[in-house]
């Protein structure tokens, strides 16, 4: 075991040679028990030093689920003999194929340890209580991110999905205060109060804190101000994580919208070019992808792993809430970044322009119906409840303000078709932006 007490208000040079130190240990166990990364560094002996970590190849997730077929279940990478295992979970799939994650008694502990700072720092405490919205069905942000919410000694209602009618009404005669979902789940809420309980606004239902995550769009200011306006509710940014890494270790706070890192004595993060790998400083103002190493990990340990999140750091000083972990924000995957004419553009950053149209509910898809390259974005959104047009040029006017507002800001062509509302499937789980017709 190699927490650290309040680990995420020690300052980067103390916590150093406890890292140090779990990292040698770690390496031991990486290289004697993990055939595939002996077979990966071919020979090669793991650094000492956690600064030269980039002598090692990176290992991405491509790599992991041609272990798992031809190792199955848990992949040649599994590091610990099976009896080991205490949980197994599965992944969403949401960008593929879905793995099984292998953990073991010590690595439950550590992982809702580092998620309870999250949720905590978030917000959520003692005296709360918090109902849980994410799958229970094997996916990690169920039973998982439910003991994290658990570590920060709220009551926790394990609701799952589905069932909305009894979670409103659940909601309401138990007194519960908080929600942990995804972004898009409170329109859900909201569609099923407007058609099932007639006269009861969502304030109504007395929710003061949104514990989201598992989706983008909480870094876009209007998106937030909607979730105030119509839940009168704080939303926070309390739930990032990488399933195979750890289910939550970055969460906002009450000062800074911006997500904090949480898991310095168990996790090594690294900043790399994504498309050459090089390594970038993990300093202000920085952006590249997000690749991290375990430094304690007994079952599937992973060591320099790519992933996929492109993220920009915006603070390495310690926060007004004392934490001391650097601050980012996440730009965007790299496998739903859509180049335009050159241009990257992420989901993040095309939701930042739709929520700014009062007319529109937030909700949008970019369908890609054939491959690269592309000189326009195919965007399409639905009007807000209530938003009508009288004609086909309503439409067409709206479509064209929107396409006019993505050029100004983002700096590409846009083809816009606007729906009415409810067009889009409402979902309680992750809501897939990027819709690649090879998928």
């Given at each position: ?19 140090q130190a779990a990292w040698q240990r770690q390496a031991f166990h990486v290289a004697q028990n ?262 304690v990990r007994e079952c599937q340990p992973l060591v320099r792993f790519r992933t996929g999140d ?130």
């Open positions: 075991m190699s927490l650290v007490d309040r680990a995420e208000y020690r300052h980067p040079a103390w916590l150093l040679e406890h890292q993990s055939a595939f990364y002996r077979d990966l560094w071919q020979g090669r002996t793991p650094p000492q030093d956690l600064h030269d970590l980039p002598e090692l190849p990176l290992s991405d997730k491509s790599q992991l689920r041609r272990s798992q077929a031809a190792h199955p279940p848990f992949g040649d990478y599994l590091a610990a003999p099976r009896r080991m295992a205490n949980r197994l979970h599965r992944t969403s799939g949401t960008t593929g194929q879905a793995m099984n994650l292998a953990l073991s008694a010590d690595d439950c502990h550590i992982t809702e340890v580092v998620g309870g700072r999250s949720h905590r720092a978030a917000g959520l405490g003692p005296g709360m209580t918090v109902v849980h919205c994410l799958n229970y069905q094997m996916w990690m942000g169920g039973l998982t991110d439910h003991r994290t919410l658990e570590a920060t000694g709220a009551l926790v209602v394990p609701y799952g999905v589905g069932g909305t009618e009894q979670l409103i009404r659940t909601i309401q005669e138990v007194g519960i205060n908080a929600i942990s979902c995804t972004p898009s789940y409170p329109a859900v809420l909201e569609r099923v109060l407007a058609d099932k309980f007639p006269g009861t606004d969502p304030r109504d239902l007395g929710l003061e804190l949104g514990l989201f995550g598992g989706e983008p769009g909480l870094d876009d200011p209007a998106f937030r101000e909607r979730i105030r306006a119509t839940w009168g509710m704080e939303p926070r940014n309390a739930n990032y994580g990488v399933s195979d890494v750890f289910s939550n270790f970055a969460a906002q706070c009450a000062h800074d919208t911006d997500l904090h890192f949480m898991a310095a004595d168990v996790l090594w993060p690294e900043l790399i070019d994504p498309d050459s790998g090089a390594p970038l400083p993990l300093t202000d103002g920085a952006e590249g992808e997000l690749v991290l190493t375990h430094l492109i993220i920009a750091i915006t603070a390495t000083e310690p926060c007004k809430c004392e934490r001391t972990g650097f601050r980012f924000r996440v730009v965007g995957r790299s496998d739903d970044m859509v180049v335009v004419r050159g241009l990257n553009l992420f989901p993040s950053m095309v939701a930042a322009v739709v929520n700014e149209f009062a007319e529109l509910s937030g909700d949008y898809r970019i369908i890609l119906d054939g491959p690269p390259p592309y000189d326009r974005l195919p965007l399409s959104v639905e009007r807000a409840e209530g938003a009508t047009s009288d004609s086909a040029m309503g439409d067409a006017a709206l479509a064209a303000r929107v396409a006019s507002a993505i050029k100004h800001r983002l700096g590409a062509s846009a083809e816009v078709t606007v729906y009415p509302h409810g067009h889009f499937p409402v979902t309680e789980g992750k809501t897939k932006r990027v819709i690649r017709s090879d998928q």
